[in-house]
Structure formats: C-alpha cells, structure tokens
C-alpha cells in the first residue's frame, strides 16, 4: 500500500476498530455522490465487479481512500459510455466500523406543575407495555426499544445515543442499536441488522469481457497474421527480382550470340542469314520487354495482395470491436429494490413512539395511584414509596422483623400476615397532614 499510482490490486486493508492489517480477500471502492457521472461508465461496463451496493451508513469521512486511474489497459474503453479515464477511489482502510447517528429522548412527557391526581406521574406508564419505542430505517425489520432497559452512555439519563456498526462486505450490511441498550454499547446484543440487501444492478460490456480475457491474444492473432502477410510479399518480391535477372541474362546472352553469329554471315557473305540473326535479336528484345511487363503485374498483384490482406485483417479486428461494443449489456448482478426502499424510507432513520391513549391512561393512572405496581417476585417491601399512602398486597408475608418476633404472639403475627396478604392501606400522616383517606391530590411516587 506505498505505491499507489497505480492499481496494484493488494487486497488488505487497515481496520482501526479492529487496529490491524486485514486480508479482505477483494477489493474496495468508494463512489460518493460527486463521482456517479464519471463512475457510471465503469459500473456499467466493468466485468470484474463483484457487486455494487449503496451505504446508508459510510460515508467518504469514514474512509482512507487513495486515487487510482482506471485499469483503461486492463478493461478497455467502451465507446460512448466510458470515452475518458476516470479516477476511482481504492479503499485502503477503514476509521471507524462504529458511528454515532443521533440522539432521542428517553421519555418524551412533561410533568405536571400541580399537585392534583395526573397519569403523567406516574412512570409506570412511561415504560412498556404502556409505552415502547421503535427504531427504523424504513427498509428492515425495525428495532424494539424499552426505555427502562436503557443504561446512560456518554449522555444525560434522559437522552440516548443512536449508533450504526458496519464493516466491508460484498452485501454492504450494517445493523443499528442504541448505545446502552441492556447495557450493550457496541451493538453485540440487539439491534437492527440489515436483513434486505442493498445491491444495486452492475452490469458489462461484452467489450470490457473481451479486453479483459482475450484482447492480447487477439492482438497477437493479428500480429502474426501481419508478419505472415508481409513474409509471404517478401518471398514473392525476391523471387520476381530473380527472374528479372535471370530473364535479362538470358536476353543478353541471347542478343550476343546472334550479334556475333550475324557479323559471321556478314563476313561470309551470307546475307540472308545475318539478317536472320538480326531479327532473332529483335524477337529476344521484345520478349524480354513482354517478360519484364508480366513480372511487373506479377509485383503489383503481391503488393496489392499484402495490402488487402492488411486492410481486411485490420478491418476484421476492428468490425470485432464494433460488434462487443453495440452487443446489450449482460447483467453481472441483478441488484435489490433499494432504490424503492430509498424512496419510501425518505433515506433516513426514524423513531416511532407507542403508547396508550390518553384515556386509557387516565385510568391506569388512577389504579396504580391507588394500588401501586404489581410486583411479581420475592422482595423486601417498601411502606413509604409513595407520598401520602401505599397500598400493599401481599402472597404469604413473611414478617420476621425480630423485635416484632419478640414482642407480638402468634396469633396477632399470623392476623398482621393476612391482613397485608388481603391488601392493606398505609397512609403516611407525618406526609400529607390532614390528607388522610384524600384521593384528590395526586400520589406521586418519592
């Protein structure tokens, strides 16, 4: 990872969550919002995309990126989609697998500024059943929180983090929680996992297929195709040159023996016969010039031979080219419909609040400032949880008080035991002073 004018395809990452060097086993790139024009020629024509899946989570800040050029050599140039070499973002490591999102409140109700009998003093009712929250990004299952299983974590007791934990994946998946959630920080217990996949289509070029696998050994093809065109023209050039030579040897041998024949006959006197040999040297002129003619065209034929063979080789690569470039893409991968969910989800996160209606809570209120709260397990009872009175019911008391134990008889123990396992009414005079048996005023819990 020094080197990174080029793509040299190393295939670790530095992960500073996990603050090592990871072998990923692929390789990563990061598209932001100002890079699809130029990125969507790769997208749609590069056969060595795995897959190719929108983050709602990361985003460039999360990322060590370095800039590469397109492998243009490796993957070739589809025509009129990719006519430039872009630069693509290689991910060299990662900052962060854990962000935080926002922050809500835990409970989202004002209390009353009276001392009158009111619902919303009762927190009972601001925890679930009667109130629960969930947490969604409009695409998975949502999340299911209850407020009293949320633990304070770097905020205030009322306001909570909303956290994200994603990591590199050929899925893009990521899962969202809240921050102190039964006491879970980071996310390992429960959250909101990205069950539907994010992909989106890829698809290539039967260009980018062929550049990729092929076009060496094509280019080789022609080359050699060439080499044996322009050998063939050679051997056919070489051999019409000695022709020539062996043609105009023989006319020259041919004409000085008929020269010097003729001169014979001349001296001789026989007339005749030195014209014969006159016009046998004529004759042999004339079918050297004819000779010389046929071995000229026998020349051109080779050289134009050697040029349309050329030409059509040439010719046949680039009608080849032609053809991969105009063949419909094929599908690498089909995608997922995140591009719906994007649209119905507005691409953000939400918090739906539930709770009862105000009526219904009106008369919980009522009930549990009367009764109190069920309580479905063994404990020590507290007489003065609430300000004016409490209410307690018991199954099986057991009183053992020890001076109580001392100083009361059985019989009176055992009347003090069904009484509170009847249900007993404890008002606390030292409190409310002459607010004895007054269920007007509201008894809020202390």
């Keep these: 990872m020094e080197n990174w004018t080029s793509d040299n395809w190393n295939t670790n990452a530095y992960v500073s969550g996990i603050n090592k060097i990871v072998p990923l086993g692929m390789y990563y ?3 932001d919002e100002g890079d699809i024009e130029n990125i969507s020629g790769v997208i749609g024509n590069c056969n060595a995309i795995n897959s190719c899946w ?7 800040a999360d990322f060590d990126l370095a800039q590469v050029p397109y492998d243009t050599q490796r993957f070739g140039k589809a025509i009129g989609s990719l006519d430039t070499t872009p630069n693509v973002k290689r991910i060299t490591g990662v900052k962060s697998h854990i962000k935080d999102l926002g922050t809500f409140k835990k409970y989202n109700v004002n209390r009353p500024n009276h001392n009158l009998r009111d619902w919303r003093n009762e927190s009972r009712l601001l925890n679930f059943p009667y109130s629960y929250c969930m947490i969604s990004d409009n695409i998975n299952m949502p999340l299911e929180v209850r407020y009293h299983e949320i633990f304070p974590y770097d905020v205030t007791d009322n306001t909570f983090k909303i956290a994200c934990s994603s990591m590199l994946s050929d899925k893009g998946s990521y899962n969202i929680f809240v921050r102190g959630n039964k006491g879970d920080h980071l996310g390992t217990m429960e959250s909101l996992m990205s069950s ?3 992909e989106i289509p890829v698809s290539s070029s ?3 297929q062929w550049s ?9 093809s022609l080359m050699n195709n060439l080499q044996s065109l322009s050998q063939a023209n050679a051997f056919s050039q070489e051999g019409i040159n000695l022709q020539r030579k062996q043609s105009g040897v023989n006319t020259m041998l041919g004409v000085t023996g008929n020269t010097l024949s003729g001169i014979g006959n001349l001296m001789t006197g026989n007339l005749g016969g030195a014209l014969g040999n006159v016009f046998g040297g004529i004759q042999q002129g004339i079918n050297y010039g004819q000779q010389m003619q046929q071995l000229n065209l026998k020349s051109d034929h080779s050289h134009r031979a050697y040029a349309l063979g050329q030409s059509q080789a040439i010719g046949s690569k680039k009608a080849m080219i032609k053809d991969l470039n105009n063949t419909p893409r094929s599908m690498m991968s089909t995608g997922s419909d995140i591009l719906f969910s994007l649209k119905n989800s507005g691409a953000r996160i939400d918090l739906y609040r539930y709770t009862l209606t105000t009526q219904y809570k009106e008369r919980l209120g009522d009930y549990f400032a ?3 709260y069920k309580q479905a397990r063994v404990m020590s009872v507290n007489l003065r949880s609430r300000r004016d009175y409490n209410y307690i019911q018991t199954i099986g008391a057991n009183i053992t008080n020890k001076y109580i134990n001392r100083t009361i008889p059985k019989d009176h123990l055992r009347k003090l035991t069904e009484i509170f ?4 009414t404890i008002w606390h005079i030292d409190r409310n002073g002459g607010l004895f048996q007054n269920y007007k ?6």
């Design 29 to 31: 790139y990061y598209v």
């Design 54 to 60: 929108f983050t709602p989570i990361f985003s460039f």
């Design 196 to 198: 539907s996949p994010t």
């Design 206 to 208: 039967a260009y980018a």
């Design 212 to 220: 990729s696998t092929q076009k060496a050994s094509t280019n080789q």
């Design 370 to 372: 009367m009764y109190g």
């Design 421 to 424: 396992d009847n249900g007993v």
């Design 441 to 446: 005023y509201d008894n809020v819990e202390v």
